[in-house]
Nanobody, 126 residues
């Protein structure tokens, strides 16, 4: 199967930047569609963005223009570049994999993804 491990989280000041990584092990996911989600304290896990196996990406309105998803299939790694961070971006960030190479019509739904990482904490201070 596929195992996903997020890294790159930490503490940053508002307005700063951070890049998260999601590395895969086990079965290759070089062509899998990938999603990023986040869960803030006391809140439900929410969609952040997704990227198809061919590199097409889409984002939630709350992060559009600030966050960018990219992938390096040779390194079996997906990235989430976060810029202009706000305190409300504070959350545990998760990556997820969908064996389908395309983005389904419900790419923002948790149930569309088969594999999940354990998450990495991002804290944005005032």
């Amino acid at each position: 199967q596929v195992q996903l491990v997020e890294s790159g989280g930490g503490l940053v000041q508002a307005g700063g930047s951070l890049r998260l990584s999601c590395a895969a092990s086990g079965r290759t996911f070089s062509n899998y569609a990938m999603g990023w989600f986040r869960q803030a304290p006391g809140k439900e896990r929410a969609f952040v963005g997704a990227i198809s196996g061919r590199g097409y990406s889409t984002y939630a309105d709350s992060v559009k223009g600030r966050f960018t998803i990219s992938r390096d299939n040779a390194k079996t790694t997906v990235y989430l570049e976060m810029n202009s961070l706000k305190p409300e971006d504070t959350a545990v960030y998760y990556c997820a994999a969908d064996p389908r190479t395309y983005l389904s019509g419900s790419y923002g739904s948790l149930r569309e993804y088969e594999y999940w990482g354990q998450g990495t904490q991002v804290t944005v201070s005032f």
